[in-house]
């Protein structure tokens, strides 16, 4: 086993054909600036990861999830594409500082689709959707394949997110290619990732990003984390 790579919130083993996800029990925001270590986290992302990738393969996504203990995620290895890719329900973050003519909570008229350069340097810079296939990364048909593929899962996780009681206001997901050239979803997701809302609070990292503790913030994410097992849990009884 060889420490592939260590992020600010994974750690991430090298098993041959598979990976091995460690979740840190790290808060993180502004791109590192503010942390704090909260036990228990690392377990809970990795917890809502195996619940929402095991969801969406049982709405034909593939994924790379094999199985989770503890705050560990086997996985398939893949090639991580230095690419994000988000879908915006509702307007927040980034969006209202490109386009100022929304207000801030906004319903969008229609899912806004983006693709992200990973690059903490340069604050994972959007591009225009013609870039990766301009410079080489994807080919036209893969680059189309994870836009339907990333709507998708944009309308599996809004509907559940939905019977749970939250709006899905937004979401950051990777993909990566297998050795025998498969694009699967890889990486995490976690509230550290998308935007839930219920009753005006948030239910995500925003809480951590304004001010409340890791503490309080871990908090939020047990009591989505619930609510999703049980519509998930009525839905494969019902
Ligand atoms: N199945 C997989 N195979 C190979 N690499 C993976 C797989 N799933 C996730 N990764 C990679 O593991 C890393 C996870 O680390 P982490 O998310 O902590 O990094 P980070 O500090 O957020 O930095 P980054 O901006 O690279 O995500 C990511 O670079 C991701 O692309
Ligand atoms: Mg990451």
């Known amino acids: 086993m060889r420490l592939l790579y260590e992020g600010k919130t994974k750690k991430v083993y090298d098993y041959g054909d598979e990976v091995v996800l460690e979740f840190k029990d790290t808060f993180t925001a502004f791109d590192g600036k503010k ?8 377990e809970v992302n ?3 990861t195996e619940l929402l990738m095991k969801y969406l393969e ?15 995620v086997r996985a398939r ?17 980034s969006l209202l500082k490109r386009l100022p003519i ?11 689709f983006e693709v992200h350069y990973k690059s903490d ?22 680059a189309e394949e ?5 709507l998708k899962i944009n309308e599996a996780l809004k509907e559940l997110f939905k ?5 899905l206001i937004d979401f950051k997901v990777e993909y990566g290619i297998t050795g025998d050239g498969q694009i699967i979803l890889i990486d995490e997701l976690s509230p550290d990732a998308f935007r839930a809302h219920k009753g005006g609070e948030s239910y995500d990292k925003d809480l951590f990003r304004k001010g409340a503790s890791g503490g309080e913030t871990l908090k939020r994410y047990l009591e989505l984390l619930g609510e999703l097992e049980r519509v998930i849990q009525d839905e494969l009884q019902g």
């Open 102 to 112: 929304l207000q801030k909570g906004q319903k969008l008229a229609t899912p806004v």
């Open 58 to 72: 049982s709405k034909g996504i593939r994924t790379h999830f094999i199985a989770r203990e503890g705050n560990k």
């Open 146 to 150: 994870i836009r339907d593929t990333t």
């Open 46 to 48: 990795a917890k809502f």
């Open 35 to 42: 942390v704090e270590e909260v036990p228990g986290k690392g």
């Open 121 to 142: 340097e340069l604050h994972d810079p959007l591009l225009a959707n013609d870039d990766p296939v301009a410079a080489g990364l994807l080919n036209p048909e893969q």
């Open 163 to 167: 019977k749970a009681g939250f709006d």
């Open 77 to 93: 290895k893949a090639e991580p594409l230095p690419l994000e890719f988000i879908v915006r329900n509702y307007a927040y973050g």
